[in-house]
Each structure stands twice: as structure tokens, then as C-alpha cells.
């Protein structure tokens, strides 16, 4: 009865649910002692409190009321004994009955453990189904998110497509009627909306099509500073590329390009300081990227971001959430830590024709 009252009102407490399973199990031996002992067969119903214990603590915790229960056993079956020496022959217990006390006992300990064991691994199997299938939900409202974004993508490129072209041919005609001005900034920003325009329909029908691309990491490594001499014309990149890291292969679509090189820009948007580092090895038919940026510790998106979609004055982690969701496509895995007011963005992709496994990480 206190289980249950405990269990009702303060079942986060488990000091309460403990205390309350310790006087319900004292109690119950004590009635049980009082109405035949340890012989008993209603002293099973006992085990009920084992089932308890599992069911709403810790494997601690409920060690702890299993341990009472099976000593609370012995402890009656100690009682008889020490009356059996103290009272004489006519009070006492003869020594069947105390054998068959002991395979009682016996029999309640094995029971206990035996109930303890398996509903502990059933509660840890169910959390463990629980917990994957938390994740699945969160990975497909994730791609439920992406292909929203992804369809309003493509129709803003497609709408935006024609206009382009006659701001273009507009460009033009203006600079053939006035050369003497300075249309450096018009062309450079007409040639980041044509690149990434171009760049688009050709992520789009190698994705449509299925077609991958063989590159070096040498080659992949020019498409991707490019592309940010295009989104980040001033940013500062230490690329650091071991020797016998840039011939080797790697095979992917177009998408993969873009994917990094948000995360580059990212990294770039949230440093404290001017430049970042990019270093690029290879480990294990595994190239291992590695973006090292300053960064405040403390900063709220740190924990989700490229996970969830994250609220900011920049926008809502959404090229993080889709570069996260290209790398997975390719076989790979991206990892994001801080130390030492350091944030270390870890991207581990599949050489060659590679197939996809685990990647070592830091939790």
C-alpha cells in the first residue's frame, strides 16, 4: 500500500520509493511470520515488490529491495531455527519441517534473482527500443523538414531562373551605355546568383539521375574553395592537406560539394576571430576532415546544431541541417565539439567506393 501511495505522489522520488517498498516488505514478512512462517505459500506474492523495484527505479535501487526481500527470508528462516533450539521438543520444529523451510527459502531466493535478472534485461531492452525509436522519429521529422525545404528550393530556382537572365542582358546593355562606371559589384554578385543557379540544376540531376563523380581529394578540394570565392570572397582558409592525402579517391555526387562548404562558411559566420583551419587526412579508407574555428562555449546552438533546426538572426540552421543530411546520404558522419573556447567541426567520409561504417567520436 505505501509502494503504491508512493508511487502515485512522488514517483520521481527514489528515496520515498525505496523507504515505502522496505516497509511494505518488513510488513508483509511480518504477517507471514504470523500465520505460518516461511511455509507459507503466499510468501511469493512478496516478489511482487521485485517486479516493483525494476519496473520504477535503477538497477541500484532495486538491488537494494531485492537484497531486503531475499534477507527478510532468511531472517524468518533463522527465527524458526532459533526457536526450534530454545523451545523443547513439543514447541519446536521437527527436521522436515525445517528442511522443507529451507526449500522455501531456497526456492524464494533463486525465484527472486531469477525475476530480478530478467525484468532488469527487459527494461533495458525496452529503453534501448524507446530510445532508437525517439531517434527515428526525430531523423524523419528532419527529412519531413528537408524535403519542405528542398521543394521550396527548387521552385524558387526555377521561378528565379528567368529573371536572372534579364537582369543579365539588363547588366549588359547598362554597362555598354555607361563603361565609365564601376560594375564590379554588380558582376560579382550576378555571377554568385548565376554559379549557385548552375550549381543547383547540376546537384539536381545528379541527385534525379543517380550519378556520382569520381574525384581526388586535390580536385574536390578546388571545387570546394570555388565555391566559397563565391559565398565568402574575403573569408581567410588554412587548408592543411597531408601529402598523401590529395590523390586519393572519392566518389560522389555534386551535392557533397555544397554540403562542406556551408559547413566551412558556417564555421567561418561563427568565428570569433578572422580565418579558420581546414586540415584533411586520411585514416583507414576514411578521409577525415577537421574545421577548427574560435568560438563561445557557452552559445546555445552549440548543442543541436546540424541536428535540429535552430532559431538565430542568421537564420535557422538550415544549410547545417542539409549538409548533416548529404554527408549521412554519402556513407559518412559529421561531429561537432568545443575545447578550450575551440569549436571543432569533424566530418568522416567513405574513400573510394568505400561502404559506410562507424566512425570514431567523442561524446
Partial sequence: MLTFLAALYRRHSTLLLVAAMLIDIAIGNYVIAMSGGISNPFSTLLLIYVVLAVLLLEWLPSLIVLAASMLAQVAQLWAHQWLNLTLDQHHGMGPEFVAHAQGMVISFVIAALIIWASSLWLKTRWQQSRHLLQKLRERQLRDEQLLTIGSAAAQLTHDLATPVQTLQLLHEEFREQAPHLDWSLADHELNRISHSLKQWRQASDDVRQRRRHHFTIRDFINQINQLLRVITPESNITWQVRDDTQNQPLVCDRT?????????????????????????????NTVHWTIINTVDPSHPLAKNLGIALQASNKGSGVAAVISHATIERHGGQVWWRCANDLAYTEIFLPLGTSTPREYPHDD
Fill in 256 to 284: 557533397l560539394i555544397p554540403a562542406i562548404a556551408n559547413l566551412i562558411n558556417n564555421a567561418i559566420e561563427a568565428s570569433a576571430e578572422p580565418g579558420i583551419d581546414v586540415t584533411v587526412c586520411t585514416e583507414k
